[in-house]
Structures are given as structure tokens and as C-alpha cells.
């Protein structure tokens, strides 16, 4: 297993609801599953168990299948199998189907392509235990004064108190060399500093710039406004003994996206977004405004030349519009490339035009004329890359796959098509110990996590909150709701807390009351509503036990047979059927039942994988002396399913390298129960933020600029869909940071090289293509002139800018809403300045909004590197090195020597892994780093850090 698969706790559904927005509700999520034309968990149409659930064309009402599959939860993919085109599942022809011309498409197409991907849920940690110590704790620098700092965005070295006198001496990225002016005094961590640095926003007046020295009579001064509480006490000693926390469970899980979309669907729609996993690079030449003229023809595309240069004399052919090729990169130069093999398409050469497909000398072409493509490592056969590829919640992973069956009918003997995703989540660890650990775990963690109000049989609801109001409705049955920040909450007059909630009566109307709260709190992670079916099951995986004479003796209106354990004990937990009878349509109503569906989704089934298949008589015999029975057809159709089979079967190729079992008897969970468990029901931000959370956010922030931009915050969330409430609290710590608590709106400085297209809004857009694509996308002139370029500077647009920047420029909605605090920092900045003081507003934040268990990847108030996309990212790898490197001269971190190893070395195993590329280098040096070789000096300043430490 990878030492790097990363835990998570949240999980999304495979697609967004219709609207394109994410569910809220797993009830609509169950009545769209209802709509797939059988597929259902844990019984299949065909009578067998069916380990996971199908999405069709009949869910499309209720899913945007078209938007591609998106993956459950951050993990890797461990294994896949792509088709290059589909085979056909038509009775006697599966084998001339798949030999046909490519011209000629299948009757009844069906994917054999795949993705398994490899997850660790993990359950939130156990904080440690109130001490006596807790008291003497040092208390964060927001909260006893203005901070001084050695130089710009440094480390902290003193505090002065608010009404302190300074005299200002330079000014530059926001921050105000002073000198501290008697009678006022600092206090300082060791040495005094004679001229300290402070954050521009704390001082009463400071002008855009500082007069020239010469002529002035004096520097300026100005007041100190922030208020300093006493200086912090020391911390405990850091050998204080304490006793190690218990690690929080967790448990590897599979998600298996079957049937996804053949190599030939891709090349037939190339504006098709390609999934980014997809580990093979390639180049398409795009619609280039070149054009040459050979033998009276006119060609469109890219000029290939006999030397990384443009030069008459060089010129070998041209790559026509549309070609699709595959290159290799020249060692010091990061502009042109070699035409290593031409997959689509080819070369019009000179002067002839006759086209080619391949050079016999080396062909160079520029390489920011080419489209970059990807593509799967190889087509048509299993595939277990090493190291996994790893992927995050809501990445694509494929798009949906054709799925017809051999018995499909056809129309005019056309082809026929019925795109299909089958998804499967399973765990082949142990389920039951698990989930004993996590319910256990559970009770020891902080109220925060207790969002989950667990009603139980007869429980009665009052009109009223109170116990002598009247019954509404008296519960029938177990029943979990969410407790969001917008439920609410009421205590009567004994002092008991009362829960506003919304149940269903008996005929399944929804109903509006009151319960009480006491003893009926619970976290998701004790895992209400879920149970383990492992009952006895055939190798068949079919509904009912015994011979197959006595199966068609039933088809043929004999009586039912014996149904197997296994499907007994599901129709008892589910509350299904009591007559015995578990098919399709019972399945159905049971999904559009409140009660039913949550039973449905909670099921946890021990069964043996349909996916694993060592040989046909083994495991389905007993179908072909079924068909045997039954004569000529049934035999064909089952031969042609058997054919099916064989070929979809993946897991005895991948099983033992990743660990799973051989006799692939695992737990399988139903993914849209498991989703909807693992969202955290706080998490979903509806409401606005008022003005006292935002002055909760950024105390330093005046009241007036508060007053001046909190409605078109609000504006910002709704129209740019920033319904997520860590995604707005990530917005917010980079949006303060940028403009000092809301001071500015305008990049400081006089006569700035890039004028007049200087940083503006809250989030400081810079540049003149910036303004106008701002521009274009708010429909207003953002760049004609003096007042439509200040438009930036003042509300609505200060605002709006950033959301644009944010959500539409960027495309950091996502790493907000996994709490990726290290990507948005380093999108945003471009490294790490100022990163304590994003952080500490991050923090605020999420204190302030009370969504701790939404911050799924904060560690105590900080980030981990390796939790990160930066750690996939050998650019911000890195700088995430070089920041913490004590010897950079970077600023805006805590220095760490360990920290600044870790950057580099992650650095290494990207720069290896990708072939070890020529980093950028003269006008474009990373980080002003005018390094000869980035690699050498990543390891120089290990081998440094390492000596010194």
C-alpha cells in the first residue's frame, strides 16, 4: 500500500443533482437510483447479487450524467482497464465484433473499462485531555497586541501596545518600517530591533507613499490602534509527560467505476473534457492562424524544422490542423520539443505536400503551439500503476460507458446503446471490528462532531417544544436527522433543549414538530442506520437455494423455491416483502420510501464479488443448466453473457498486488448510504455571514469598511455558488490577508512598471488581460480608462473581482471545500508569504463559524504538507522547501529546518518521476532563485540542513 494515501472523512456522490448543484438530501439521490433500469443494491434484475448501483439514461432527469463521473473521495488509483473500442455482446457474434472494421460499429456495445480507487476513511482524532497546564499555554499573537517583525512579513521579534507614537520610515507589501518614538515602549521576544516592521492596517494614518526625505522637515508619524492585552506567559516545558492519544480508526476502501467510456468515444468528441489522471502525455496541433500554400493547396498547422529554431532554411513539412502526436523535451530548453511519434494526423512536406506519418531525421517543434493532451498508459488491458495515481474528491474520473446486454432488442438491426456506470464501494478489511472501534471512538469526541439526532422508535413529536404540548406524530421507527447550523434550537421552562424536526407519518407526508434532544445526539461516525449482512450465500450469488430444475420448474409457474440466507436476512433489514418476494419493482418503491431507502442504504453485505470469476463453471453452472432447460435461445443468450463475463472479470489479475482477498468475499457498502453518512450536515452554508462574524473574523478590521463590503460578500457567496462554509472561510483568510483586514483595495506603491493595471479589489486583480477578462465576465468596461479600471477599488466590484478570481480565474472552489488551505495559499500567492497570517484568519474563521468538523484537514490550526495537492506540485514543492529553508531569506512562515528537507525532497521525487525536466530558468527563475539547477540545489540544501541539524 502507498505510504502516501491520505485519510479523509468526507465523501461526495459520483454526479451533481441536475441543477448543478450538489445534493443536499440523500432522499432524491434514492428515488433517482429507483429510475436505472435495474442495477440496484444488493439484488440485480437478473436475480443475483449485485454489489453495487447503476446510473443510465433514465437517471438523467435527476443527475448530470453528461458532466462525467466524479470520484467519491480523495485516494489513488490503483488499477484500470480502458477499452480502445467496444466489444459486442451480441449472441454468436462477440468475437467477429470485436475483429470488425473500425467503420463498423458494435450491435450491442459494452465496457469492459474500469477504475479502482483506493481510499482511507479514517474517523476525526480524539483532542487531548484538559491539563492543569492549559492556563499557562501561550496565547496566540492576535490577541495581546500589534506584532513587530525584523523585516516585512517576518517573524515576529516584539509587541507594542495600541496609542504607541512611531515614526514612519518606508513602506512596502503592506507592512511600515517605524521607529518607536518616547515615551512609547515595546516589549520584545530577545534583542530590541531599532527599526521594526508592523502591518500598515494597525496604524491611524499612513498615505499611500512617504515623501521624499530631502525635502521634507521630518518622517511622519503615526498612532498605534490595536488594543494589547497582557504579554503571553511561557509556555509548559516541552518534556512535560504526556499520555499518547489512541489513534482514530480507519479502514482502506475500494470505489470501482465500471463501464466507463472506450478510447474511440474520446477521439469522436475531442472538446470532451479528458480525466486528469490520465497519466500519458500528448500534444494536438489546435487552430493555429498558420497557413502555407503546397502545390495550389492551402495547409493549416505547425511548421516541424530540422533545428529548435525559425529559420527559412530548416523548414521539413507542416504538421496539419488536428494532429495528435507524442513528444520528448531537449535538455536546456524549455521552448521547443522533438517530434517523437505521430499517433493521428501527419506531416504535408516540403515542397511536395505529401502527407507522412513519420520523419528520418529529427523534427523540432514549438511547444506552445501544441495542445496538451492526455491519455490512458495503454488500451484494452489492466493497467496497476506504480506509485498509485492519486486523485481527489470530485476529480473526473471517466465518463459513462456503453452497457447492453445480449438480449437487448433491436431496432431495424441498427445498433443499439444504453450508457451505463455501474459504482461499487467494498472493503475487504474487517467491517465489523471497524465500525465496533468507530462507535467507541465516537463517544470520546468534542461536541462539535455530535450533529446527528438519533430519534428512536416511539419517540414522541410535540407541536410545541414542551412536554405538555400535543403529539404530532409518534415514531414508527428509528430515525436519523441532521442538526445544522440553521436548525432550531429552543429550551422550555425546566431548562430542557428542544429540536425543531421535520419526520413522515406512516403514509409517508412530512410532518413538522418538536423532539427532545437529550440522549438523542450522535456523530456520524457511529454510524446510525448501518448493519452487516453476512448470512450464507451460493457461489452464485443467486436469490434462491436448490437445483435448477427446481428454478425453471418456478419460471414455468411452479412453486417459489427456498430463498437463501443471505436474502432472507436482507428482506428482514430492510423491511421488505414479507412475503418473501425481493425483485426489481420491490427494490424501487422501497428506494423512494424515506425509511425503506435509508435501510437500503445502510446495508453493509459480506459477499463474494461478482468480479471474480475462475472459471464459469465454478461460478455459474447452475445459469447454464438454466438455459439448458429452457432450450436454443436461452443457451445463446447465456453463452453470449458467459463471453461478457469473461471478459469484464478483473480481479484475480490485480487482487494479490494490492492486497485483497484471493476468495474475493469482501464488505460492499451501498455508495449512496455511505455518502450520505460521511457528508457532514454542517458543512452547507445557505445563510449569509453577518457583520458581527466577520468583525469576529478580522477584529482589526474597522467597522466601516465591515459596513461597507459585508452585503456584497454575501453577494459574492451566492453568485459564485460558494455554498460550502469551509470553502467561504478560505476565501475570507486569503481575501483579509490581501487587503489588510479590508483596509485596501488598491496596490500601494508610486509608478509601479505594470501602471496602471496595478493590483485593485480585495484580492488585488493584476494586470491588463486580467481586467478585461474580469470585465468580460461581469458585462461592464473595466478597462477604457481612469474610471473604469478604478471600479476595482470600490463595492460591489472590490468584492466581486475576488469571487471571480476566486471561483471562475483560479477554480479554488474545490480545494476550498476540501479544506486545502496550502494549494489556495499557494494559488493565490504563488508561494508562502504571509502565510501566518492567512492562517491565523483561516482559524478565525472556522472558530468563528463553528464548522471544525468541515475543516477536515486541519491539524491543530495548521496544514500538513504531504495532505496537500502542493505535494503533487513540483513547483510549489519546492517553494514550500525554500520558505522554510532558514537560510532563504523567505518570509511569512515559522523557519523549520525539517520542513524545508521535506519541501525538497519532495521536490526531487517529482522532478525524477516526471523525467527530471529543465526547470525555468533566466527572466522566468522560480522565486527570483537564479538557481543553475534546481535539483542541485535541493540537494545541497538538504545535505546543509541535514549537517546542521
Given at each position: 500500500?502507498?505510504?502516501?494515501?491520505?485519510?479523509?472523512?468526507?465523501?461526495?456522490?459520483?454526479?451533481?443533482?441536475?441543477?448543478?448543484?450538489?445534493?443536499?438530501?440523500?432522499?432524491?439521490?434514492?428515488?433517482?437510483?429507483?429510475?436505472?433500469?435495474?442495477?440496484?443494491?444488493?439484488?440485480?434484475?437478473?436475480?443475483?447479487?449485485?454489489?453495487?448501483?447503476?446510473?443510465?439514461?433514465?437517471?438523467?432527469?435527476?443527475?448530470?450524467?453528461?458532466?462525467?463521473?466524479?470520484?467519491?473521495?480523495?485516494?489513488?488509483?490503483?488499477?484500470?482497464?480502458?477499452?480502445?473500442?467496444?466489444?459486442?455482446?451480441?449472441?454468436?457474434?462477440?468475437?467477429?465484433?470485436?475483429?470488425?472494421?473500425?467503420?463498423?460499429?458494435?450491435?450491442r456495445?459494452?465496457?469492459?473499462?474500469?477504475?479502482?480507487?483506493?481510499?482511507?476513511?479514517?474517523?476525526?482524532?480524539?483532542?487531548?485531555?484538559?491539563?492543569?497546564?492549559?492556563?499557562?499555554?501561550?496565547?496566540?499573537?492576535?490577541?495581546?497586541?500589534?506584532?513587530?517583525?525584523?523585516?516585512?512579513?517576518?517573524?515576529?521579534?516584539?509587541?507594542?501596545?495600541?496609542?504607541?507614537?512611531?515614526?514612519?520610515?518606508?513602506?512596502?507589501?503592506?507592512?511600515?518600517?517605524?521607529?518607536?518614538?518616547?515615551?512609547?515602549?515595546?516589549?520584545?521576544?530577545?534583542?530590541?530591533?531599532?527599526?521594526?516592521?508592523?502591518?500598515?492596517?494597525?496604524l491611524?494614518?499612513?498615505?499611500?507613499?512617504?515623501?521624499?526625505?530631502?525635502?521634507?522637515?521630518?518622517?511622519?508619524?503615526?498612532?498605534?490602534?490595536?488594543?494589547s492585552?497582557p504579554?503571553?506567559?511561557?509556555?509548559?516545558?516541552?518534556?512535560?509527560?504526556?499520555?499518547?492519544?489512541?489513534?482514530?480508526?480507519?479502514?482502506?476502501?475500494?470505489?470501482?467505476?465500471?463501464h466507463?467510456?472506450?478510447?474511440?468515444?474520446?477521439?469522436?468528441?475531442?472538446n470532451?473534457?479528458?480525466?486528469?489522471?490520465?497519466?500519458?502525455?500528448?500534444?494536438?496541433?489546435?487552430?493555429?492562424?498558420?497557413?502555407?500554400?503546397?502545390?495550389?493547396?492551402r495547409?493549416?498547422?505547425?511548421?516541424?524544422?530540422?533545428?529548435?529554431?525559425?529559420?527559412?532554411?530548416?523548414?521539413?513539412?507542416?504538421?496539419?490542423?488536428?494532429?495528435?502526436?507524442?513528444?520528448?523535451?531537449?535538455?536546456?530548453?524549455?521552448?521547443?520539443?522533438?517530434?517523437?511519434?505521430?499517433?493521428?494526423?501527419?506531416?504535408?512536406?516540403?515542397?511536395?505536400?505529401?502527407?507522412?506519418?513519420?520523419?528520418?531525421?529529427?523534427?523540432?517543434?514549438?511547444?506552445?503551439?501544441?495542445?496538451?493532451?492526455?491519455?490512458?498508459?495503454?488500451?484494452?488491458?489492466?493497467?496497476?500503476?506504480?506509485?498509485?495515481?492519486?486523485?481527489?474528491?470530485?476529480?473526473?474520473?471517466?465518463?459513462?460507458?456503453?452497457q447492453?446486454?445480449?438480449?437487448?432488442?433491436?431496432?431495424?438491426?441498427?445498433?443499439?446503446?444504453?450508457?451505463?456506470?455501474?459504482?461499487?464501494?467494498?472493503?475487504?478489511?474487517?467491517?465489523?471490528?471497524?465500525?465496533?472501534?468507530?462507535?467507541?471512538?465516537?463517544?470520546?469526541?468534542?461536541?462539535?462532531?455530535?450533529?446527528?439526532?438519533?430519534?428512536?422508535?416511539?419517540?414522541?413529536?410535540?407541536?410545541?417544544p414542551?412536554?405538555?404540548?400535543?403529539?404530532?406524530?409518534?415514531?414508527?421507527?428509528?430515525?436519523?436527522?441532521?442538526?445544522?447550523?440553521?436548525?432550531?434550537?429552543?429550551?422550555?421552562d425546566?431548562?430542557?433543549?428542544?429540536?425543531?424536526?421535520?419526520?413522515?407519518?406512516?403514509?409517508?407526508?412530512?410532518?413538522?414538530?418538536?423532539?427532545?434532544?437529550?440522549?438523542?445526539?450522535?456523530?456520524?461516525w457511529?454510524?446510525?442506520?448501518?448493519?452487516?449482512?453476512?448470512?450464507?450465500?451460493?457461489?452464485?450469488?443467486t436469490?434462491?437455494?436448490?437445483?435448477?430444475?427446481?428454478?425453471?420448474?418456478?419460471?414455468?409457474?411452479?412453486?417459489?423455491?427456498?430463498?437463501?440466507?443471505?436474502?432472507k436476512?436482507?428482506?428482514?433489514l430492510?423491511?421488505?416483502?414479507?412475503?418473501?418476494?425481493?425483485?426489481?419493482?420491490?427494490?424501487?418503491?422501497?428506494?423512494?420510501?424515506?425509511?425503506?431507502?435509508?435501510?437500503?442504504?445502510?446495508?453493509?453485505?459480506?459477499?463474494?464479488?461478482?468480479?471474480?470469476?475462475?472459471?464459469?463453471?465454478?461460478?455459474?453452472?447452475?445459469?447454464?443448466?438454466?438455459?439448458?432447460a429452457?432450450?436454443?435461445?436461452?443457451?445463446?443468450?447465456?453463452?453470449?453473457?458467459?463471453?461478457?463475463?469473461?471478459?469484464?472479470?478483473?480481479?484475480?489479475?490485480?487482487?494479490?498486488?494490492?492486497?485483497?482477498?484471493?476468495?474475493?468475499?469482501?464488505?460492499?457498502?451501498?455508495?449512496?448510504?455511505?455518502?450520505?453518512?460521511?457528508?457532514?450536515p454542517?458543512?452547507?452554508?445557505?445563510?449569509?455571514?453577518?457583520?458581527?462574524?466577520?468583525?469576529?473574523?478580522?477584529?482589526?478590521?474597522?467597522?466601516?469598511?465591515?459596513?461597507?463590503?459585508?452585503?456584497?460578500?454575501?453577494?459574492?457567496?451566492?453568485?459564485?455558488?460558494?455554498d460550502?462554509?469551509?470553502?467561504?472561510?478560505?476565501?475570507?483568510?486569503?481575501?483579509?490577508?490581501?487587503?489588510?483586514?479590508?483596509?485596501?483595495?488598491?496596490?500601494?506603491?508610486?509608478?509601479?512598471?505594470?501602471?496602471?493595471w496595478?493590483?485593485?479589489?480585495?484580492?488585488?486583480?493584476t494586470?491588463?488581460?486580467?481586467y478585461?477578462?474580469?470585465?468580460?465576465?461581469?458585462g461592464?468596461?473595466?478597462?477604457?480608462?481612469?474610471?473604469?479600471?478604478?471600479?476595482?477599488?470600490?463595492?460591489?466590484h472590490?468584492?466581486?473581482?475576488?469571487?471571480?478570481?476566486?471561483?471562475?480565474?483560479?477554480?479554488?472552489?474545490?480545494?476550498?471545500?476540501?479544506?486545502?488551505?496550502?494549494?489556495?495559499?499557494?494559488?493565490?500567492?504563488?508561494?508562502?508569504n504571509?502565510?501566518?497570517?492567512?492562517?491565523?484568519?483561516?482559524?478565525?474563521?472556522?472558530?468563528?463559524?463553528?464548522?471544525?468538523?468541515?475543516?477536515t484537514?486541519?491539524?491543530?490550526?495548521?496544514?500538513?504538507?504531504?495532505?496537500?495537492?502542493?505535494?503533487?506540485?513540483?513547483?510549489?514543492?519546492?517553494?514550500?522547501?525554500?520558505?522554510?529553508?532558514?537560510?532563504?531569506?523567505?518570509?511569512?512562515?515559522?523557519?523549520?529546518?525539517?520542513?524545508a528537507?521535506?519541501?525538497?525532497?519532495r521536490?526531487?521525487?517529482?522532478?525524477?518521476?516526471?523525467?527530471?525536466?529543465?526547470?525555468?530558468?533566466?527572466?522566468?527563475?522560480?522565486?527570483?532563485l537564479?538557481?543553475?539547477?534546481?535539483?542541485d540545489?535541493?540537494?545541497?540544501?538538504?545535505?546543509?540542513?541535514?549537517?546542521?541539524?
Open positions: 500500500m502507498s505510504d502516501t494515501l491520505k485519510p479523509t472523512s468526507r465523501m461526495g456522490y459520483p454526479f451533481k443533482a441536475k441543477d448543478g448543484k450538489p445534493f443536499a438530501d440523500a432522499q432524491p439521490v434514492y428515488e433517482g437510483l429507483a429510475l436505472a433500469r435495474g442495477g440496484h443494491f444488493p439484488l440485480g434484475s437478473n436475480g443475483h447479487f449485485h454489489g453495487g448501483i447503476h446510473f443510465d439514461r433514465a437517471t438523467a432527469n435527476v443527475f448530470a450524467i453528461d458532466e462525467g463521473v466524479q470520484c467519491l473521495a480523495d485516494g489513488e488509483i490503483v488499477a484500470y482497464r480502458l477499452d480502445k473500442k467496444y466489444p459486442d455482446a451480441t449472441p454468436a457474434g462477440d468475437a467477429s465484433a470485436v475483429e470488425s472494421p473500425k467503420d463498423k460499429a458494435a450491435l456495445p459494452y465496457s469492459t473499462g474500469f477504475v479502482l480507487v483506493r481510499h482511507r476513511l479514517q474517523a476525526p482524532a480524539v483532542p487531548p485531555p484538559a491539563s492543569k497546564d492549559e492556563t499557562t499555554q501561550v496565547i496566540s499573537e492576535q490577541d495581546f497586541g500589534t506584532r513587530l517583525a525584523a523585516r516585512a512579513n517576518g517573524p515576529t521579534v516584539g509587541w507594542i501596545p495600541a496609542h504607541a507614537r512611531v515614526a514612519l520610515l518606508d513602506i512596502r507589501d503592506g507592512w511600515v518600517k517605524v521607529r518607536i518614538l518616547p515615551p512609547s515602549t515595546a516589549t520584545w521576544t530577545n534583542e530590541p530591533v531599532d527599526a521594526p516592521w508592523l502591518p500598515i492596517f494597525s491611524d494614518n499612513v498615505p499611500v507613499s512617504l515623501p521624499n526625505r530631502w525635502f521634507s522637515e521630518g518622517p511622519l508619524t503615526a498612532t498605534v490602534l490595536q488594543r492585552p504579554k503571553p506567559t511561557a509556555p509548559p516545558s516541552a518534556s512535560a509527560s504526556q499520555s499518547p492519544r489512541p489513534a482514530a480508526p480507519s479502514l482502506i476502501l475500494y470505489s470501482l467505476y465500471m466507463l467510456a472506450d478510447g474511440a468515444s474520446y477521439a469522436a468528441t475531442p470532451r473534457p479528458k480525466p486528469t489522471w490520465w497519466p500519458k502525455k500528448q500534444y494536438r496541433v489546435g487552430q493555429t492562424p498558420n497557413k502555407w500554400t503546397l502545390q495550389g493547396k495547409i493549416g498547422g505547425l511548421m516541424v524544422r530540422s533545428a529548435p529554431a525559425s529559420k527559412p532554411d530548416n523548414e521539413l513539412g507542416i504538421l496539419v490542423h488536428g494532429s495528435v502526436l507524442e513528444v520528448e523535451p531537449i535538455a536546456g530548453n524549455d521552448k521547443w520539443v522533438t517530434v517523437k511519434r505521430i499517433i493521428e494526423g501527419g506531416i504535408a512536406t516540403k515542397p511536395a505536400g505529401t502527407q507522412i506519418t513519420s520523419l528520418d531525421t529529427t523534427g523540432f517543434v514549438f511547444l506552445k503551439e501544441l495542445d496538451e493532451l492526455r491519455a490512458p498508459a495503454s488500451l484494452d488491458r489492466i493497467e496497476t500503476p506504480s506509485p498509485p495515481i492519486p486523485v481527489n474528491m470530485g476529480d473526473l474520473i471517466g465518463h459513462m460507458g456503453e447492453v446486454s445480449s438480449g437487448e432488442a433491436l431496432i431495424a438491426g441498427q445498433p443499439t446503446s444504453r450508457p451505463t456506470l455501474h459504482l461499487e464501494v467494498f472493503s475487504g478489511e474487517d467491517v465489523p471490528r471497524f465500525l465496533r472501534d468507530c462507535r467507541k471512538h465516537a463517544d470520546k469526541l468534542p461536541e462539535r462532531h455530535w450533529t446527528l439526532l438519533r430519534l428512536r422508535k416511539d419517540d414522541q413529536i410535540k407541536g410545541e414542551k412536554d405538555s404540548a400535543p403529539v404530532v406524530v409518534t415514531m414508527g421507527s428509528d430515525w436519523t436527522i441532521a442538526v445544522t447550523r440553521e436548525t432550531s434550537l429552543q429550551n422550555d425546566k431548562g430542557q433543549r428542544w429540536v425543531n424536526v421535520k419526520v413522515h407519518a406512516a403514509d409517508g407526508s412530512p410532518v413538522v414538530g418538536w423532539a427532545k434532544d437529550k440522549d438523542r445526539r450522535c456523530t456520524p457511529h454510524w446510525p442506520d448501518f448493519e452487516v449482512v453476512d448470512a450464507a450465500s451460493n457461489d452464485a450469488g436469490w434462491w437455494e436448490g437445483t435448477a430444475e427446481a428454478f425453471v420448474d418456478f419460471l414455468r409457474g411452479g412453486g417459489r423455491p427456498p430463498e437463501s440466507p443471505f436474502f436476512q436482507v428482506r428482514r430492510a423491511g421488505m416483502n414479507d412475503d418473501g418476494g425481493l425483485d426489481e419493482k420491490a427494490q424501487d418503491a422501497a428506494l423512494r420510501d424515506r425509511t425503506a431507502s435509508r435501510r437500503l442504504g445502510g446495508l453493509i453485505a459480506y459477499h463474494t464479488s461478482e468480479w471474480f470469476v475462475p472459471s464459469w463453471a465454478s461460478k455459474y453452472g447452475v445459469i447454464s443448466e438454466v438455459a439448458v429452457l432450450g436454443k435461445r436461452a443457451i445463446e443468450n447465456v453463452g453470449a453473457e458467459k463471453n461478457c463475463v469473461m471478459r469484464l472479470r478483473w480481479w484475480s489479475d490485480v487482487a494479490a498486488g494490492l492486497g485483497l482477498p484471493g476468495e474475493a468475499k469482501v464488505y460492499h457498502f451501498h455508495p449512496a448510504g455511505l455518502v450520505a453518512g460521511m457528508i457532514a454542517q458543512c452547507s452554508c445557505d445563510g449569509n455571514l453577518t457583520s458581527r462574524q466577520l468583525k469576529a473574523i478580522a477584529p482589526h478590521a474597522r467597522n466601516s469598511n465591515i459596513d461597507k463590503y459585508i452585503e456584497s460578500i454575501n453577494l459574492m457567496f451566492r453568485k459564485f455558488e460558494m460550502q462554509c469551509i470553502n467561504r472561510a478560505h476565501i475570507l483568510a486569503q481575501v483579509l490577508h490581501e487587503s489588510g483586514s479590508l483596509a485596501y483595495t488598491k496596490e500601494l506603491g508610486t509608478n509601479l512598471s505594470y501602471d496602471p496595478r493590483g485593485r479589489g480585495l484580492i488585488q486583480i494586470g491588463e488581460t486580467n478585461r477578462k474580469y470585465g468580460n465576465f461581469v461592464e468596461d473595466t478597462t477604457t480608462g481612469a474610471a473604469a479600471y478604478e471600479k476595482l477599488e470600490k463595492s460591489p472590490a468584492v466581486l473581482s475576488a469571487g471571480w478570481y476566486w471561483s471562475e480565474f483560479k477554480r479554488l472552489n474545490t480545494a476550498g471545500g476540501e479544506d486545502d488551505f496550502l494549494w489556495c495559499t499557494a494559488v493565490v500567492n504563488g508561494a508562502f504571509g502565510y501566518q497570517d492567512r492562517l491565523e484568519f483561516l482559524n478565525s474563521a472556522i472558530k468563528t463559524l463553528q464548522i471544525e468538523a468541515c475543516a484537514r486541519n491539524r491543530a490550526g495548521d496544514y500538513v504538507f504531504s495532505e496537500s495537492r502542493i505535494y503533487e506540485n513540483r513547483r510549489y514543492s519546492f517553494a514550500w522547501g525554500l520558505w522554510h529553508d532558514p537560510n532563504s531569506g523567505k518570509t511569512g512562515v515559522k523557519k523549520s529546518a525539517a520542513k528537507i521535506e519541501g525538497y525532497r521536490y526531487l521525487v517529482l522532478h525524477e518521476q516526471a523525467g527530471k525536466p529543465v526547470e525555468p530558468s533566466g527572466s522566468r527563475y522560480w522565486y527570483g537564479a538557481a543553475t539547477s534546481y535539483r540545489y535541493a540537494k545541497q540544501r538538504i545535505d546543509t540542513l541535514e549537517a546542521i541539524n
